[in-house]
């Protein structure tokens, strides 16, 4: 089965800094790879995703990137502020999301002000 | 629409009692996912069902059972509760966009066996 690899585990930045989490996995059939973000005590909220026929994608503060030929993929979050302290999953998956997805262990990422 | 609900949002068992988390969804979606988060980890697919009647077993199904009468419920059954399954346990369900199925999270239920 598939298996995600997600790193690092703890990640602090400086605010108005760039932070990067990166991924990798193992099954190449693997084909949409979404992020999502968790505050303590809530449930875990989609913030961007990408399918492998796309390289990057972005939507503001907030880009992924995937290299299918080296199985890895990255989110980069710009400008850091206060309320991007969370906890950040990868994830990815064969059949679009439609058969579950396989998570990362996640990246506790601290923006310090 | 209230989107994915899930009941209990706590529970504590004994060992070897049974329970049922109550999973609904509003939006007429076909796919549902268990989900179950241990401590600091990410989280394991459990079951998953792509329609009313068909179920299909994820990565960590052992210890549990679900069905799926209709579209909107998906309940998780547990039955004699060890320790090991002490975790939040997450549903969700799917809407397809674009040729992806973005998965949206229910509250979660907090499940503690003592």
């Known amino acids: 089965g598939e298996n995600v690899e997600q790193h690092p585990s703890t990640l602090s930045v400086q605010e108005g800094d760039s932070a990067v989490i990166k991924c990798t996995y193992s099954?190449?059939?693997?084909?949409?790879f979404p992020w999502y973000k968790q505050e303590l005590g809530k449930r875990p909220q989609l913030i961007i995703d990408?399918?492998?026929?796309?390289g990057e994608k972005k939507d503001q503060r907030i880009a992924v990137t995937l290299n299918k030929t080296a199985k890895h993929f990255s989110l980069h979050i710009t400008e850091t502020q206060p309320e991007d302290s969370a906890v950040y999953f990868c994830a990815a998956s064969e059949g679009g999301g439609a058969d579950g997805l396989t998570f990362g262990k996640g990246t506790h990422l601290i923006i310090q002000p | 629409n209230a989107g994915v609900t899930q009941t209990p949002k706590f529970r504590i068992l004994k060992i070897g009692q049974s329970m049922t988390l109550q999973c609904t969804q509003d939006?007429?979606?076909?796919?549902m996912y268990w989900y179950r988060q241990d401590p600091g980890m990410g989280l394991k697919l459990i079951y998953y069902?792509?329609?009313?009647?068909?179920?299909d077993k994820g990565e960590v199904p052992n210890g549990y059972n679900v069905s799926r009468s209709t579209t909107e419920d998906f309940p998780l059954r547990l039955e004699l509760a060890a320790p090991s399954q002490t975790s939040v346990y997450f549903c969700?369900?799917?809407?397809?966009?674009?040729?992806?199925?973005?998965?949206?999270f229910g509250p979660g239920t907090r499940l503690t066996v003592t």
């Open positions: 990408i399918r492998s026929n796309v």
């Open positions: 099954d190449s059939a693997s084909n949409y």
């Open positions: 939006m007429n979606h076909n796919y």
């Open positions: 969700a369900s799917t809407v397809t966009r674009g040729g992806a199925a973005e998965q949206y």
């Open positions: 069902s792509v329609g009313a009647g068909i179920t």
